[in-house]
């Protein structure tokens, strides 16, 4: 059954893969990106908005400009990945942090609070947030502080949410999608976007309030937080 399938990120890497495998199969897809000029090669059938997510005025402004439409399924793709390395090597700034923090966390919370009454028009109103294993205390390694501490937040920002929606049938889902080859995962990531991308939009639709909260990886495999 078709649907409406809105992608925070959806300018390159995993967010634009997710955006042209659900088009293909049929769905409206809203493209959310901070520069829309790089959708260039996407089908002109999906429809491209500019966001910022770490800015509420802009998700806000994109709430309003959607006002009276059902989002089906809202995929928090947004994120990135600064300061690399070891604590004595990274050399992470104050705007390292914040940048990490303010897109992989602040980000999504920005972007479900002002679109949730476009998920509550929907018959089946799902938020998928993308995670990492790499925010897992299960799985700590060291290094990449910003990006692990962020995926942990937002484990626990989307087990939160869960808990808090479920009462309104919107069912919340934190997703590993895998080291996939994108410019952010580098060339070394053994995970092929196409394959990343078809898994979890199969998880997706599994997601529903009997699941909510889960955390799991693109294959399906729960994933211990």
């Known amino acids: 059954m078709s649907q409406t399938i809105l992608i925070t990120g959806a300018g390159r890497g995993l967010g634009r893969e997710l955006a042209l495998q659900s088009h293909a199969r049929g769905d409206r897809v809203l493209a959310t990106m901070r520069a829309p000029e790089r959708a260039a090669d996407l ?6 908005y ?3 997510v770490t800015k509420s005025e802009s998700t806000a402004a994109l709430a309003s400009e959607l006002k009276g439409e059902a ?3 809202l995929v928090c793709n947004a994120g990135v990945f600064p300061g690399r390395g070891g604590l004595r090597e990274a050399n992470c700034s104050e705007l390292d942090w914040f940048a990490g923090l303010m897109t992989n966390v602040a980000g999504p919370y920005f972007t479900v609070r002002d ?6 028009l929907s018959q089946h109103p799902r938020v998928a947030i993308i995670a990492s294993v790499m925010g897992s205390n299960q799985n700590a ?6 990006y692990r501490a962020s995926k942990a937040a937002a484990i626990n920002l989307a087990r939160n949410l869960a808990v808090e929606l479920a009462p309104l049938g919107i069912a919340v889902g934190a997703y590993h999608p895998g080291w996939v080859r994108t410019d952010m ?7 092929d ?7 979890l939009l199969e998880r997706f639709a599994e997601l529903s309030v009997e699941t909510t909260g889960a955390f799991e990886d693109y294959l399906g495999n729960p994933v211990a937080f």
């Open 43 to 48: 089908p002109p059938e999906i429809e491209i």
């Open 50 to 52: 500019r966001l910022e």
């Open 71 to 73: 989002v089906d399924l």
């Open 115 to 120: 679109l949730l009454p476009n998920l509550q």
């Open 141 to 146: 390694a060291g290094g990449s502080y910003i």
């Open 185 to 191: 995962g580098t060339e070394a990531a053994p995970v």
């Open 193 to 199: 976007v196409n394959h990343s991308a078809t898994g």
